[in-house]
């Protein structure tokens, strides 16, 4: 945790009482740290804390959730908790997102308090049939595409433009929204062929790949680009451009806050779910979309993995569950083989 946050961990050296410390004091700091901003992890870790100490707050009896210490949270608290969730209906996918942020946050208290160990570590979240990631089909993809062009043709402005490019990057990367979003253009190659040092959930970097047809698209949104931002600098220092996002707004912004030219993650969701045909579009979609293909394609796994930037490829692993209808596909196309050769 960083050095400005670490306040109420100084307190806890090997001679305090670790268990007499404000457990929700020590939740704000691993927040602070692990869930800042507006976006769907930062918001989920944020729910998943809140849930567990209005939890805790009732199984200990405690008047106010401030009262709560770190030692109210133990083992058989975790436990009740989960099986608490489970019993009022809370999916088994939901249960195991929340398990899974008080692992990590038990074992980064665990790693910053001496003599804390992790109540969560033991705890086995509930069992769930792994299920492939929802995707779309290249025919819907393809109408996807040819919808962003013709409201780009109806008109040509800036925003279409770029709308209509950021939905084709996602499509051509697999970004996350958050990591497309906050993209600078010093992190683009000159021969905008790499994404250089894309930072990734777990605090990782990673080069993304553009491939050759993408190229054309985002060179002409890039000059549309330029010629937006000439209305907010008149002699653009190319410095000052390399701060800049990829991906601009010029909504209420301001050459004096740089920061203001910056997408909001409601824009980027907005911006992708305009294009939807069938299917509501959302870009974690459009991610699961480019992983389903690339992995259909190369049949590398380990490939998928780098190039989505999982950390750990069991998590790239679920691509390559099937669904119940390509099951029943499958197993028909068998029986009919079957007949044939009797």
């Known amino acids: 945790m960083p050095r400005q946050h670490t306040d109420l961990f100084a307190e806890a050296r090997p001679d305090k009482k670790v268990a007499k410390m404000p457990l929700p004091g020590v939740v704000r700091e691993y927040l602070t740290f692990y869930a800042e901003g507006r976006g769907h992890t930062a918001r989920a870790k944020q729910l998943d804390t809140d849930k567990f100490l209005e939890f805790l707050k009732r199984y200990k009896r405690a008047k106010e959730i401030e009262h709560l210490t770190v030692g109210d949270w133990d083992l058989s608290a975790t436990q009740r908790f989960v099986d608490e969730s489970l019993r009022v209906g809370e999916a088994p996918t939901t249960v195991s997102r929340r398990l899974a942020t008080l692992k990590h946050m038990g074992r980064v208290l665990s790693e910053r308090i001496p003599g ?88 990782l970097y990673r080069d993304v790949y553009i491939t050759t047809e993408m190229r054309a698209s985002l060179q002409e949104y890039l000059t549309a680009r330029a010629r937006e931002l000439a209305r907010f600098f008149p002699k653009l220092n190319a410095s000052v451009d390399a701060t800049l996002p990829l991906f601009i707004s010029s909504y209420g912004a301001s050459a004096s806050d740089l920061k203001s030219f910056e997408l909001s993650p409601k824009s980027v969701w907005r911006a992708i779910r305009s294009f939807s045909v069938d299917t509501k579009l959302h870009p974690h979609l459009l991610r699961h979309t480019y992983a389903t293909n690339l992995l259909d394609d190369s049949r590398d796994i380990r490939l998928v993995a780098q190039a989505l930037g999982h950390s750990d490829v069991r998590i790239t692993m679920r691509y390559t569950e099937r669904g119940n209808e390509e099951v029943a596909e499958a197993l028909e196309k068998v029986r009919k083989s079957e007949k044939q050769k009797k």
């Not at 709308?163 to 084709?168: A, D, G, S, W």
């Open 116 to 203: 804390f160990v992790n109540p969560a570590r033991d705890v086995k979240p509930p069992r769930i049939q792994p299920r492939k990631p929802k995707s779309i089909r290249a025919m819907e993809v393809n109408e996807i595409r040819t919808k962003a062009a013709s409201s780009r043709a109806e008109k040509n402005s800036f925003n279409r433009c770029r709308n209509e490019t950021l939905l084709n990057l996602l499509l051509d990367t697999g970004l996350r929204a958050d990591e497309i979003r906050t993209l600078k253009m010093n992190q683009l190659g000159d021969k905008l062929d790499w994404i250089r040092q894309v930072r990734t959930k777990g605090r």
